[in-house]
């Protein structure tokens, strides 16, 4: 039997899950689903990626053991993936000792080879990305977070990453779609063209981490052991590996955002080919799903929590928006308005029509039995014309598929609904139910309808499986779903005369506005109250830009105060509109002849200001530079001693003297990041 193995990325367990790893996980599915109904043995893999400073510092800072830490999260990804009907056939932890045992192997076959040697290391370090960043005077930004990154200085054992350049470069050459997209491909190809620097694969300040074999002190670097999880996560091992290893490896592809392709494009295959293993067919880089114009991600708190979109909209939906809304490899923005325009448009309307009329008319004129179709020949142009295009579908949807170009293929199925609706339109099968001669004409367009909603629930079961279970109930057929094959779809596969399931609606009709009003009210998410257009309280008497006057009586929005005051407390949108956001002291001086006052200059993200603030009592202007602290981005510039300050700083204010205590954060946090 033909084989198929996939895999997810391997998620760090310092956060929760968001939707960006949603994504992957549901896209991966999918593809699982669809694969293993074109008849191909599959595996998909995910799992977690536990160890590093990373996950160590985050178990710190809430008082848990990296372990804790680790059992906690890795429970929150199961749940998620439960909720979701992901059906993972592997889940690979990298505390496992299925896998230390494995990966020590790999590094050691690596090292046997001569692509292993041992030095000193000293350069800078993003200990959220476990990137290492180009030598310069200062610590660089992260290129992939943007956080500042850190000194390193140890012994190390190093990979010799520069001696696999051009075999790199043949590999690219010799094999085009082992990367994709093809602008990643570039992106890489012209990357490595530049020339390759030895990695530090090993660390002695980390303790988290998979001992480097015979060498107790360090740990292996982080990427190279979690990599290896798609090895020992089907059955890798020392000695003799497991049948199915035999059987999986290579994968067919490595599903992972585009964030991380320089590790599965570079670093990965160096460290297969240093081991002797093959290399996997593909690396698929996927885009980021944004908000607020920005990559989703739990520092810059933005995310969109994936349980709240289950809870209100079923797990289909949201696959199938996934799925569907952005090109597999592009960046896209969530947004509940277009969340629920797909739901009703494509869901409700397009498919969900389709099956309530066409079972609905056959379920009263039938009792409720699929009615028999006219013979070939006493069919109409239209009807041949509809099952031409079911077929054609069928094609197009599959090489879609097969090309990872799921938007495409979805748009080819509603394609195939349009047409189908149409067609129904055109026929109107409603009008001929009184007359007895047409009862032929009736049932061969019913039968043509219900056949294409049959091809079509196939065809959607790998994106839509609950619904498309329904739908399939629904028509009476009495084979299982699962067990139908894409590849094998032909006309005429209806179970004539059974009996229809209970018709029910299957994707009812979402009422946009009250729907993000209840997210946003249950939630308290400011970021779905910023979709409906919220009452805006507008300065008293101030005209709208280009108003010419102003109504003598005010309207009951316009009379409300900007702020509403109710027994001392604010309104969460009232708090929503003070901007908070993390700040990096860049430099600081005492303001002359103001013993209280410093001028900052400080980096906020996008920009660098000046803020003035009365902390020079308690801070020397040296102890601030290269802080983080949290300021009022949005307040209004205001002078003082004649310079402008812009924005303040947030401090507590301890003892009688109110002596300021500046608020800062235990964690790593990019510059920019928003609090809320
Ligand atoms: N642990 C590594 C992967 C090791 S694989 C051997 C890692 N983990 S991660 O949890 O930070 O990210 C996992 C995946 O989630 C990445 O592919 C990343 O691109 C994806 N996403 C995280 N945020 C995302 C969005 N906002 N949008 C889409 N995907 C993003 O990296």
Redesign the pocket.
Known sequence: MKTFYL?????????K?????T??TVVADCLSRFKKMQGFEVCLLTG??EHGQNIERAAAAQGLSPKQLADQITAEYQKLWARFGIEYDQFIRTTESRHYAGAAEVFKRAFNSGAIYKGQYSGWYCIS??LFAPESETAPKCEVCERLTERVTEESYFFRLSDFQQRLLDHYEQHPDFIMPLSRRNEVVSFVSGGLKDLSISRTSVKWGIPVPNEQTHVIY??FD??V??LTGIGFAPGASAESFQKYWPAQV???????LR??TVY?PAFLMAAGLELPKQVF???????DEV???KSRGN?IDPHLLLTHFGSDAVRYFLLREVPFGL?GTFSYEAFIQRVNSDLANDFGNLVSRTLTLIAKNFSNGMPYPSAIEGRLALDQELEKKALATVDAYQSHMNGLVFSKALESVWDLLAHANRYLNESAPWALTENLDERPRLATILYTSAEIIRITAVLLAPVLPESCKRVWEQLGMKSSLRSQRIDEIKWGGLTVGSNLGEITPIFPRLDKKAMIEKIFQESGDLMVGTEPKLEKATGAGAPAKGAKSQPAVPSAAEAKPAVAVSDGKITIDDFAKVELRVAQVVSAERVPGADKLLKLMVDVGTETRQILAGIAKAYTPESLVGRKIVIVANLQPRKMRGLESNGMLLAASVGDEGQPVLASFLEEVPNGAKLK
């Open positions: 895999t997810t990325p391997l998620y760090y367990v310092n956060a899950p968001h939707l960006g790893h994504y992957t977690t990626d990305c476990n982080v990427w979690a990599l999880g798609y490595h599903l992972v955002g585009k964030d991380i590790f599965h990965w880089a996927h885009g980021w799903w944004l908000k990559k989703m991600s995310v960046d």
